[in-house]
């Protein structure tokens, strides 16, 4: 699902049936281990990788909830629905970091091993890493996000028309069961009593039957699922600023439009099925959008670039003049350059939902007042974006370090994966530095080797090399230990791979460290086989050079029989 504004993609949601995320599901899980030493605890909850529980997500019956609500009214919104709105009221504090020792309990106080616990995803696996969980546990609606637990009633922040806030908690307070506590989204602005009501008793209900499954089952088990990405959308994004909706699937564009009749009577922007020849995301441009936030390297209309390179946890953004020249002097170059790369920078973090510790390297400015200004741009291009950013003063160096809340994994890490051939590296060893591995093998096991032959095996490419450009070498070696080196090239090797062995090739020499230098865990694949991922790449290529330094006659592969030439020959 793609969210479009004035022409351009600016965020994307995919959910596969089969990679469907977790974000909002509630399950009953079981400790399995605590760890003192970090305050937490991991659980199973039925997933392949046990979640995770950190002690200030612990939630325990009459302990004091002050900083639970300002955490919920801050994260609640964002967790859930994924287009993150700030619930905190004017004047409330940040959300505190973890609580000190004693605060609220040790984890090993609160969890045992074995026990059994309600609680809800807040973040999806990203990388090596299981869920994040909480027992705080919050069911979002379309006007109102329950809190089961916590006395409380909040107002969304981007409701910024004071007596309207004061009426919703008027009629919330009015509304709500003793005890339980709820917050106002943001598209609840305008909306009457019996709406809310609704929501609030929609809400309440699933609870109750929530807590029903968890009296009748065992952990670890699923107790709730959240909606799937479209009735999310339609709950989270269809608000009066949509103008349209086109939809290319006709059971989800009648499941929107039932949704639209019961929930959005007044809503008067067009909602169309999509039939066009060509596919929605070609006819809208969202297939090249897509294309365009998957490279590493983007183009500014003014010739300069910016390079994104994401790592673990942390994003590099570094600003280039590129091909701009400028017109008038080297500051205003350098200004116009980074002016225009601050747009772009904000809508590539929204599109390709970067989050975590973010590093900006803007091109050096000299003046104060130019820093300030792209600083101020910077602040203004974030402040459509939905996941809550904190950004820092541009540095001596002309460094921006900010952060961007991450809920789930960016677009890059859901649509590729790490290259088979350098194993998500990016890069290889040289076809030289490889060679020169070779040489030092070759001493290594050489006295190992009783015959008077050592053969050596690698990739074609690296084979050229040596019989070429390092065959100097080759002969000073042979010389120096009187014994004949073979090479063979063999097309499914990685480039990387290399064996030195008996020239009959059954036994390989003695284990080294350098065999096989191939990524981590590469082993020497089998003989090759059709379709082989390697033979592929180097199917034009003989899987084996019959030239050795032997001296010996190369296999005769038939080529030049009789009856294997042409007929006119």
Not at 94 to 100: F, G, L, Q, T, V
Not at 168 to 192: D, H, M, Q, Y
Not at 378 to 393: F, G, H, M, P, S
């Amino acid at each position: 699902m793609a969210l479009v504004e004035n022409g351009a993609t600016v965020e994307l949601y995919i959910e596969r049936k089969r990679d469907r995320g977790y974000v909002g599901d509630i399950f009953l899980g079981k400790v399995i281990r605590v760890l003192p030493g970090m305050q937490a605890a991991f659980v199973d909850v039925g997933l392949e990788k046990a979640a995770f529980l950190y002690v200030s997500d612990i939630f325990i019956p009459g302990q004091d909830v002050t900083s639970l609500v300002d955490k919920e009214s801050k994260d609640t919104e964002e967790e859930h629905s994924e287009h993150g709105e700030d619930f905190s009221e004017e004047g409330e504090p940040e959300p505190a970091a973890p609580p000190a020792r004693g605060q609220v309990g040790q984890i090993e106080e609160l969890l045992k091993e074995g026990q059994e616990l309600l609680v809800q995803v807040a973040k999806d696996p990203i990388g090596t890493k299981g869920c994040r969980i909480t027992t705080h546990v919050s069911l979002p609606g379309r006007y109102l996000v329950y809190m089961p637990y916590i006395d409380h009633v909040g107002i969304s922040r981007r409701i910024v028309d004071e007596k309207e806030r004061a009426r919703l908690r008027e009629l919330v307070e009015k509304i709500r069961r003793p005890g339980s506590g709820f917050i106002v989204r943001t598209v609840a602005e305008g909306v009457n009593e019996k709406k809310l009501k609704a929501d609030m008793t929609l809400l309440m209900n699933l609870w109750k039957r929530i807590q029903y499954r968890r009296s009748k089952e065992r952990a670890p088990i699923v107790l709730h699922y959240d909606m799937d990405l479209v009735r999310r959308a339609a709950r989270d994004l269809i608000t009066s600023d949509v103008e349209s909706l086109a939809i290319d699937d006709r059971k989800q564009f009648e499941e929107i439009r039932r949704f639209i009749k019961t929930n959005l009577p007044n809503f008067k922007s067009n909602v169309e099925l999509y039939e066009g020849p060509e596919p929605i995301f070609d006819h809208f441009g969202i297939e090249m959008d897509i294309n365009r936030a998957l490279g590493r390297k983007v183009w500014l209309k003014s010739g300069g670039y910016i390079i994104i390179d994401q790592a673990e946890a942390l994003t590099a953004i570094d600003v280039n003049t590129g091909r701009y020249v400028g017109k008038r002097n080297l500051e205003e170059t350098i200004l116009k350059t980074n002016l225009e790369a601050v747009r772009e920078i904000a809508y590539q973090l929204r599109l390709r939902n970067i989050g975590g510790i973010i590093i900006i390297d803007f091109i050096d400015m000299e003046r104060e007042v130019h820093r300030e200004k792209v600083y101020n741009a910077l602040e203004e291009a974030l402040r459509d974006d939905r996941a809550k950013t904190n950004i820092l003063k541009i540095s001596e160096f002309g460094l921006v370090e900010m952060t961007r809340k991450r809920i789930r994994e960016s677009l890059g890490r859901t649509l590729c994966e790490p290259c088979f051939y350098c194993d998500g590296k990016g890069y290889l060893k040289s076809k030289t530095t490889i060679c020169y591995e070779i040489f030092r093998e070759v001493k290594r096991e050489i006295q190992n080797i009783r015959g008077p032959v050592v053969t050596v095996n690698c990739h074609p490419e690296i084979y050229d090399m040596l019989v070429d450009e390092e065959a100097a070498l080759i002969a000073m070696i042979e010389r120096q230990y009187k014994k004949k080196i073979q090479l063979r090239a063999i097309s499914y090797f990685h480039m990387e791979q290399y064996e030195v062995i008996e020239r009959s090739g059954t036994q390989p020499a003695a284990p080294g460290p350098a065999k096989p230098p191939g990524p981590p865990g590469r082993k020497p694949h089998p003989p090759e086989k059709p379709g082989d991922r390697f033979s592929e790449r180097y199917a034009q290529r003989p899987p084996e050079r019959g030239t050795d330094r032997s001296g010996e006659k190369p296999v005769d592969k038939g080529e030049d029989k009789p009856e294997n030439r042409p007929a006119n020959e």
